[in-house]
């Protein structure tokens, strides 16, 4: 099993920044592709963004691209999530998740299904 706690969530305003991130454990983190999915309230999960196992690629949802980066230091077993002009509509349950299996285009990035393990996520709330 691997486990993945995420931290770093918040209450801020429009505009604001926050990094989020997720540690993992259990599994050789190096090994997996890491991703960043969000829920919004009464809202389906949703794709934010993917990176590759060792970082070089990665993954988008076009509404995110350009906000959000995502990286990943597998020296300390932890992916990020840096969010820049954060809007109200950010608003949500972040949740980090990660795949044995590569990731080879943004089809495959955003299909929840495809996600071995999920941390519990951590809550943005995105004030006007």
């Known amino acids: 099993q691997m486990q993945l706690v995420e931290s770093g969530g918040g209450l801020v305003q429009a505009g604001d920044s926050l990094r989020l991130s997720c540690a993992a454990s259990?599994?050789?983190?190096?090994?997996?592709?890491m991703a960043w999915f969000r829920q919004a309230p009464g809202e389906e999960r949703e794709f934010v963004a993917a990176i590759s196992w060792r970082g070089i690629n990665t993954f988008y949802a076009d509404t995110m691209k350009g906000r959000f980066t995502i990286s990943r230091d597998n020296a300390k077993n932890t992916v990020y999530l840096q969010m820049n002009s954060l809007k109200p509509e950010d608003t949500a349950v972040f949740y980090c998740a990660a795949r044995r299996s590569a990731i080879t285009s943004i089809q495959t990035a955003r299909v929840k299904e495809g996600y071995d393990y999920w941390g519990q996520g951590t809550h943005v709330t995105v004030s006007s």
């Open positions: 259990g599994r050789t983190f190096s090994n997996y592709a």
